[in-house]
């Protein structure tokens, strides 16, 4: 079907930039849509950014607008998240996901997918 792998995390110093990779493999044109979500110890899950592949069209997390960017590589099915300007709060698990597409093509499973995650870690 899909699978998803998330790349770049690390540790990095508040004011710092980071870039996220996620590189989707199997049926991608199963996917509409690609997101960052991300979590931290003891936090609800939240969504970071959102990238529809029909129209391009972006959305971002209140907290993030302005500092981070969703992007995608369409030759390489892989969307990035370039975040500057990072602050503490923004430590968490960051996870890749993948909404089915609904409808278009009847082959295609309305599955959501995720990634195995990976830590970001902002120090003060």
């Known amino acids: 079907q899909v699978q998803l792998v998330e790349s770049g995390g690390g540790l990095v110093q508040s004011g710092g930039s980071l870039r996220l990779s996620c590189a989707a493999s199997?049926?991608?044109?199963?996917?509409?849509?690609m997101d960052w979500y991300r979590q931290a110890p003891g936090k609800e899950r939240e969504l970071v950014a959102k990238?529809?592949?029909?129209?391009?069209?972006?959305t971002y997390g209140d907290s993030v607008k302005g500092r981070f960017t969703i992007s995608r590589d369409m030759a390489k099915n892989t969307v990035h998240l370039q975040m500057n300007s990072l602050k503490p709060e923004d430590t968490a698990v960051y996870y890749c996901?993948?909404?089915?597409?609904?409808?278009?093509?009847?082959?295609?499973?309305?599955?959501?997918?995720w990634g195995q995650g990976t830590q970001v870690t902002v120090s003060s």
């Open positions: 990238f529809v592949i029909s129209g391009s069209r972006t």
């Open positions: 199997g049926d991608t044109i199963c996917i509409a849509a």
């Open positions: 996901h993948a909404d089915p597409e609904r409808g278009r093509f009847h082959f295609c499973p309305e599955v959501e997918y």
